[in-house]
């Protein structure tokens, strides 16, 4: 019986092919869609899960308020947090924690005997500890001990190929660092950095206790301060991570009380997180050690996928309805034969099934195909053996069976319900009433489709208001060049006038945070004749004279450094007046006062700056104030040139004539300032390509209505042709009932589309403000779509001959 089922559905479908080819090409191009969207998700799912005991490994974050207000949030904690947990807590059984050092400073790095040095970014220093918490697969050495000693690293197996190619890197010396600073470091073990997915995705990790940072880490005592350090506790399995919780607003009041007073905070909150959670669920922590993705994302294209899919399901539905009148007489015979109705309909289910199940099938190859569009789309590094997990194939299996009952069901009892009296005799075959559900499927093609129309206006507006709102500085034709060590820094003057000697540099200064890099440095301050415990926290940036004419920044009081002005001098912006409530006439004769245990000292505002973006838009402005660095760690380089070749070819040659041993590894601000908003970037172009797609979708499903309108209404528009009705008023007819379709659409597209972009507006504090047109010209686009598509089609049946649709009666 199946197997005459489906020899019959193949029948149909290969007979009726046009409707055949327009429902495998929607259901194809929703089943793509589906599965490259559920491929993006793979591929953010599965964090830090491969490590041992994941659900009782978490990370320690840090939430600080003053005068009871939150002020500063972060991934990380103190330094002595992580080892005191486990020290008062017995259920804490391992504590560890990472400092990523590029953060603050970029070490080269280079094969002991070797002249080629390198910037390697992520750079980890951990305890000995690490890997007792952490599962990494080893190639080379011993986890256990790897971190044990001092002045050791562990590499991954892509630096310890490019450090000593085909060669075993255990046991192999390097070099971290320049100059006098430089430390001779011992290879103890190399890793497979490809292994499992995980937010900690380090080149290579230095113990903790070696000279440097990592001696800092280890003997710095206060539980308030410096919450720079990555922690990470693993409890024991039977304990539970809410229950530890509930406990450390004692622990840090009984550890830390002194240090949070010193300090100034008011109260000081940390936070648990498992680290299976630490990818998707970490919106508005800041200073993550890695990029994550945000699950907010993941659930908005997850629905796409799935209204995607429904608009492709309404299509088939639309089309078989559509075409009930053609198969009317097959199944009066059918069921004058005696066919019930239960048998009919499993027929029309096989048909809808096979024809979903042939979409999967042509889906998986193409997907294949277009996976280095997709990966371009979405910065993944989708591989074909991502289409073939289990997983993956289990679900679209499932899609497809899904699809093919949802898209077949309603068809399958509107065609079994039919009489076979009237099929037979050719009269109404459909109850009027059908065309209500009909309807409706169709507006809720029109709201997917307008809803997704203005998402992607008000997400393009949002990035390109990012990308022109003016910033406070000139991004434009401004280069940075990493300075990276001593030795190049005390160079700095040098390099300075050999550059501007050099035609195309028109500005050089210095610095030590890059426009776009996230500024950790900051100081608790306060007024003079306040107290510590009162103190406001202002980011802090070490920069030269000249910086300010370099990035085109206006001094609205005052005057820049110059060479003889001393670290008590310093440069704020406007945030920082009004946060210290300092008018801008008395900023010049202002001080503040900045506290570190027992000493104390004053600083004088020499200038006030206009505010601009030193962070992401998502950020709102905070107070900042500069002071003259002699040992800077960016070069920046005010730049016009014709010829970019050319003149960073003339800036390397005099950067290597300069400084040796050191390369010449440079930036473009602007590039880098757009890297801020990759994620919105990313989402735009994602929200375009499948919005086309959905549209798409949506065509054909209009076709399918508009067919059956026609099919419907073929006597009436030969009646009103045999009486002299003109082609424009039979197209108006087939036509104005869409419009209305349309209309309705777009009142309840435009409240839903508001609310959901507004709630993802949210997230930044320099946005847009939605306006009206937006939706009114969604709305327009989705009416030109229906003329183009109800319009082809009614043209079709107004110049048809009225005498084939009357002589069947």
């Known amino acids: 019986m199946f197997k005459n089922y489906i020899k019959i559905a193949w029948r149909n479908l290969t007979k009726h092919k046009q409707q055949t080819v327009i429902n495998l090409l929607g259901l194809t191009i929703g089943t793509i869609s589906c599965l490259s969207i559920l491929l993006y998700i793979f591929s953010q799912l599965g964090y830090d899960e491969h490590h041992e005991d994941a659900a009782s490994i978490y990370r320690v974050e840090t939430i600080i308020e003053r005068d009871g207000k939150e002020s500063f949030d972060t991934a990380a904690a103190s330094?002595?947090?992580?080892?005191?947990?486990?020290?008062?807590?017995?259920?804490?059984?391992?504590?560890?924690?990472?400092?990523?050092?590029?953060?603050?400073?970029?070490?080269?790095?280079?094969?002991?005997?070797?002249?080629?040095?390198?910037?390697?970014?992520?750079?980890?220093?951990?305890d000995s500890t690490f890997f007792k918490i952490f599962t990494y697969k080893f190639i080379e050495g011993n986890k256990e001990t790897a971190l044990k000693e001092p002045n050791t690293l562990v590499l991954s197996s892509y630096l310890a190929n490019k450090l000593f190619g085909n060669q075993k890197a255990l046991g192999k010396a390097v070099l971290w660092g320049s100059g006098e600073d430089a430390q001779t470091l011992t290879v103890k073990?190399?890793?497979?950095?490809?292994?499992?997915?995980?937010?900690?995705?380090?080149?290579?990790?230095?113990?903790?206790?070696?000279?440097?940072?990592?001696?800092?880490?280890?003997?710095?005592?206060?539980?308030?301060?410096?919450?720079f350090v990555y922690s990470y506790v693993k409890i024991a399995k039977n304990s539970s991570g809410q229950n530890l919780q509930d406990k450390l607003q004692d622990f840090i009041h009984e550890r830390g009380a002194k240090d949070l007073s010193n300090a100034g905070m008011t109260n000081k909150q940390l936070l648990l997180k498992n680290v299976r959670d630490i990818n998707l669920h970490s919106k508005g922590r800041k200073n993550?050690?890695?990029?994550?993705?945000?699950?907010?994302?993941?659930?908005?294209?997850?629905?796409?996928?799935?209204?995607?899919?429904?608009?492709?399901?309404?299509n088939f539905i639309n089309l078989s309805t559509a075409r009930a009148g053609k198969r009317a007489k097959e199944i009066g015979v059918r069921k004058v034969v005696g066919a019930g109705k239960n048998s009919l309909m499993r027929q029309f289910l096989g048909e809808s099934l096979l024809l979903s199940l042939f979409s999967v099938l042509i889906s998986i190859p193409v997907t294949i195909l277009l996976l280095p569009l997709l990966n371009e789309l979405t910065q993944a590094s989708l591989g074909y053996q991502d289409v073939f997990n289990w997983k993956i194939i289990t679900l679209l299996l499932g899609i497809g069976i899904l699809t093919g009952l949802v898209a077949g069901?309603?068809?399958?009892?509107?065609?079994?319900?039919?009489?076979?009296?009237?099929?037979?005799?050719?009269?109404?075959?459909?109850?009027?009433?059908?065309?209500?559900?009909?309807?409706?499927?169709?507006?809720?093609?029109?709201?997917?489709?307008?809803?997704?129309?203005?998402?992607?206006?008000?997400?393009?507006?949002q990035f390109r208001f990012a990308q022109s709102k003016d910033l406070g500085f000139k991004k434009d034709n401004l280069l940075a060049l990493r300075i990276g060590t001593d030795a190049a820094s005390s160079k700095f003057e040098s390099l300075k006038s050999a550059f501007l000697n050099i035609p195309g540099v028109l500005h050089v200064s210095s610095g030590n945070y890059a426009p776009s890099e996230v500024v950790l440095s900051d100081n608790g301050l306060y007024l003079p004749g306040g107290n510590r415990e009162n103190n406001t926290i202002v980011k802090r940036n070490g920069v030269s004279d000249g910086y300010f004419e370099t990035m085109n920044i206006p001094f609205v009081k005052g005057r820049d450094f110059t060479p003889a002005d001393t670290i008590d001098q310093i440069i704020v912006n406007q945030a920082t007046l009004r946060a210290f409530n300092i008018e801008e006439e008395n900023a010049l004769s202002s001080r503040l006062v900045q506290s570190f245990g027992d000493e104390t000292s004053e600083m004088r505002i020499i200038g006030v700056v206009k505010d601009y973006h030193f962070a992401s838009l998502k950020q709102k402005i905070a107070p900042l104030f500069l002071y003259k660095e002699e040992s800077p760690n960016w070069l920046f380089l005010k730049t016009q040139s014709d010829n970019y070749e050319v003149l960073l070819a003339g800036l390397e040659k005099q950067w290597k004539a300069t400084v040796q041993n050191v390369p010449f590894d440079y930036v473009f601000v602007d590039k880098e300032v757009e890297k801020l908003y990759n994620e919105e970037k990313r989402l735009g172009q994602i929200s375009v390509v499948f919005t086309i797609l959905a549209i798409l979708i949506s065509c054909l499903g209009l076709f399918g209505l508009v067919s059956y309108v026609a099919e419907q209404k073929r006597k009436e528009i030969g009646i009103r042709k045999v009486l002299g009705a003109s082609i424009n008023s039979v197209v108006q007819l087939l036509t104005k009932d869409f419009i209305k379709l349309v209309g309705i659409a777009f009142l309840i597209a435009s409240p839903i589309a508001y609310y959901f972009m507004q709630d993802w507006l949210e997230d930044f504090?320099?946005?847009?403000?939605?306006?009206?047109?937006?939706?009114?010209?969604?709305?327009?686009?989705?009416?030109?779509?229906?003329?183009?598509?109800?319009?082809?089609?009614?043209?079709?049946?107004?110049?048809?001959?009225?005498?084939?649709?009357?002589?069947?009666?």
Not at 94 to 114: G, M, W
Not at 199 to 215: A, E, K, Q, R
Not at 794 to 808: D, E, I
């Open 79 to 126: 330094p002595p947090i992580a080892f005191a947990l486990k020290e008062d807590f017995p259920e804490v059984q391992e504590a560890t924690r990472v400092v990523l050092t590029d953060v603050f400073y970029s070490n080269l790095i280079s094969a002991a005997d070797s002249e080629d040095a390198y910037y390697e970014p992520r750079v980890y220093m951990a």
């Open 189 to 227: 073990g190399v890793f497979d950095e490809s292994y499992a997915k995980s937010h900690l995705d380090p080149n290579y990790i230095v113990s903790m206790s070696t000279p440097g940072m990592g001696t800092f880490v280890q003997n710095f005592e206060s539980f308030a301060t410096n919450n």
């Open 288 to 314: 993550q050690i890695h990029e994550v993705s945000n699950i907010k994302y993941l659930y908005f294209l997850l629905t796409l996928a799935i209204f995607i899919q429904l608009v492709a399901c309404i």
């Open 409 to 461: 069901i309603y068809p399958a009892i509107v065609l079994s319900s039919i009489k076979p009296i009237r099929a037979l005799k050719n009269m109404t075959l459909l109850q009027s009433g059908s065309g209500t559900f009909r309807k409706a499927l169709v507006v809720f093609q029109f709201i997917v489709s307008i809803s997704l129309v203005a998402a992607v206006i008000i997400i393009t507006q």
């Open 765 to 809: 504090t320099y946005r847009i403000e939605i306006k009206w047109w937006v939706f009114v010209l969604a709305g327009g686009f989705a009416v030109i779509i229906t003329f183009l598509t109800v319009g082809f089609q009614s043209l079709k049946s107004a110049v048809a001959n009225p005498v084939k649709s009357l002589r069947t009666e």
